[in-house]
């Protein structure tokens, strides 16, 4: 990012820590590696964030998150009037449905969704996600929803952009078909993911807007494929598009 009030120091700090969010922990080489960075450069921000309590050396001597991250994630959780206010539509789905439903917003520094919320399935089988996970939007409901209500030129820029990688046979690996996919969620209303970054799942999401029309989030309702079948998406569909419209007025008397 070629920019002169960038700073590259603490932007490997962040790399560093939202790598080790997802692969759990990592040695020097690897985050290096990583980063495409010299080990004596990474050393000394490892170093840094080791000090200021937000990594730590395992037994194994691989750097790991420290629970002091949580003091960060817990401030925003708990600023959050959105989940508050979506929260209790989220469990009247999950009454009506019992399947699990997830609130996400879109990261859009590098295309991805991450959980800001969840209400679990009471069923024994189902999804297990976690207040935090993040995905890539191209290959979920959640981000596909979210991807359709982009500006155009935000939209392109995220096309030009993206590597979409198989997470599963079902992922969609053409930018041509993603942009039917995403021209098709625009038109309806909501987005499917067909078992396209979980084998066995499919999940349905709509858009949480302002009464404005300003999207801020998405909710979504997953299941295994057996509970999820067309017709049942299709029940689903009308079921949360009823419910987008309860807390976009929600929205407006509060936000």
């Not at 395992?58 to 401030?75: R, T």
């Not at 997953?222 to 999820?228: I, Y």
């Not at 079921?239 to 509060?254: A, F, R």
Request: with cysteine.
């Amino acid at each position: 990012m070629e920019n002169k009030y960038f700073s590259n120091t603490i932007a490997r700090a962040f790399k560093i820590m939202e790598m080790l969010a997802k692969h759990k922990s990592a040695g020097l080489k690897e985050i290096a590696d990583y980063l495409n960075a010299p080990r004596s450069s990474i050393f000394n921000v490892l170093y840094t964030l080791e000090k200021l309590g937000y990594v730590n050396k395992n037994s194994q001597n691989f750097y790991e998150l420290n629970a002091k991250v949580m003091f960060l994630a817990n401030s925003f959780l708990s600023q959050n009037d959105l989940r508050f206010i979506v929260k209790p539509f989220m469990k009247e789905i999950v009454l009506t449905t019992r399947e699990t439903c997830h609130l996400a917003v879109l990261l859009k520094s590098s295309y991805e969704i991450v959980y800001i919320d969840q209400v679990q399935s009471p069923q024994t089988v189902s999804l297990k996600g976690y207040i935090g996970a993040v995905f890539p939007a191209y290959a979920t409901s959640l981000g596909k929803v979210l991807l359709a209500n982009l500006e155009d030129s935000e939209f392109e820029k995220f096309l030009n952009q993206v590597d979409l990688q198989p997470l599963t046979e079902h992922t969609i690996t053409s930018k041509a078909e993603l942009k039917k996919e995403i021209s098709k969620a625009k038109v309806q209303g909501y987005a499917v993911d067909n078992m396209e970054i979980d084998l066995g799942i499919r999940c349905i999401a709509i858009p949480v807007k302002r009464i404005n029309g300003e999207v801020v989030a998405a909710i979504s309702i997953s299941a295994p494929k057996e509970r999820m079948d067309d017709v049942t998406i299709n029940n689903y569909s009308r079921l949360l598009l009823e419910y987008g419209e309860k807390i976009s007025k929600e929205l407006s008397n509060v936000i």
